[in-house]
């Protein structure tokens, strides 16, 4: 770290920009943890920090493969992201970074954050960062600053970043835009052959992943590798022509690992070759963006005079059946519109 980034020395201390800057490019971790922490921050002050932060780090980034990583609870994507990720580590000498959301309680909005307790190799490897965030209600999969914690991550010099989901939900695909390759984990012989997983899901995918296929299960995987194959042969083919593959794995045995990293690395070989890598990262950014407008936009309307003392009023209104939801919607955007 050069001697001209200068960390706090005590909690309430900042940094400026260029030390911001310099920490990040020189792939100092500490100074990468307080950057993410900066843009997740909720205080106007180190909101406009942040805008500066990334503003300066353009020309650096771009540079990394964006893998993300969903699944149905209990498929095990931490113990898969812990072996895929010590493959990249220990086997090809590459640096990976880590975002793992945890999902947050509805009603405390904490979170556990225990995602490097279940990646125990890359938690002690030097060549890895793992940075848990809560997802804080946000919907997607994602939280509402990841895909800013991408960009610092590359800018620090990570050359393949894993984004690690909350879970298959209703909303999930809103990871997609922050993912070069989109991979789905799923269980062996879990009953339903959707398994719950909705079809937006499947048509996104660029790879699938049966996990667990180990011991009495081999047999079950093979069986939802072959059906999951079939079903993807019903679904229209991508623009670009990439076919989304369907491979069997045990993260705990390690079989299969090395397969699915190939299929990532083809996967890019395949859309820079046909220049869809560059148009799916900028229709990424554009959606970002427009995401970011609506939740400022509805961060505005709450703060706005007279929504807060009408919001719980009309929300009992119509809880009792006294007033329909249109009505209700009506009379907040007019209360809003009228005190701007």
């Not at 800018?155 to 393949?160: D, E, K, L, S, V």
């Not at 012989?189 to 899901?201: C, M, P, T």
């Not at 929504?307 to 009505?327: D, F, H, Q, T």
Request: aromatic share 4%.
């Amino acid at each position: 770290m050069p001697s001209s980034v200068r960390l706090p020395r005590h909690r309430g201390e900042r940094l400026s920009v260029d030390e911001y800057v310099k920490g990040v490019l020189a792939g100092n971790r500490v100074v990468l943890a307080k950057a993410i922490t900066l843009i997740e921050s909720d205080l106007p002050a180190d909101a406009d920090l942040a805008i500066q932060l990334l503003d300066a780090l353009l020309p650096h980034l771009g540079k990394s493969r964006r893998v993300g990583i969903t699944g149905v609870p209990g498929v095990g994507k931490s113990t898969f992201i812990d072996a895929l990720g010590t493959h990249l580590t220990r086997e090809r000498g590459e640096q990976l970074a880590v975002l793992s959301v945890d999902p947050s309680s509805s009603l405390s909005r904490g979170s556990i954050l225990g995602d490097k307790t279940r990646m125990e190799r890359l938690a002690a490897d030097d060549r890895s960062f793992i940075r848990p965030s809560p997802a804080a209600g946000h919907l997607g999969g994602v939280t509402r600053r990841t895909r800013e914690a991408i960009l610092l991550c590359e800018a620090a010099g990570y050359r393949n970043i894993f984004i690690e989901t909350v879970g298959v939900g209703q909303s999930e695909t809103a990871v997609h835009l922050v993912s070069d390759f989109f991979l789905l984990l799923i269980l062996p012989g879990a009953g339903d052959e959707l398994q719950g997983i909705k079809r937006g899901i499947l048509e996104l995918v660029d790879g699938i992943a049966v996990n667990k296929a180990d011991g009495d299960n081999r047999g079950h995987a093979e069986h939802t590798r072959a059906s999951y194959s079939s079903a993807l042969h019903l679904f229209p083919s991508s623009p670009h022509g990439w076919v989304p593959r369907v491979v069997t794995c045990s993260a705990l045995e390690g079989t299969g690992i090395p397969e699915i990293w190939q299929m990532v690395l083809d996967h890019e070989a395949h859309l820079e070759a046909s220049g869809e890598l560059a148009e799916r990262r900028i229709r990424g950014s554009l959606q970002w963006m427009r995401d970011l407008v609506l939740n400022g936009l509805g961060e505005i309307f709450d703060s706005a005079t007279g929504i807060a003392e009408l919001m719980p009023k009309l929300e009992l209104e119509v809880r009792c059946g006294r007033v329909s939801p249109l009505a209700a919607s009506r009379k907040l955007l007019d209360t809003f519109k009228s005190g701007r």
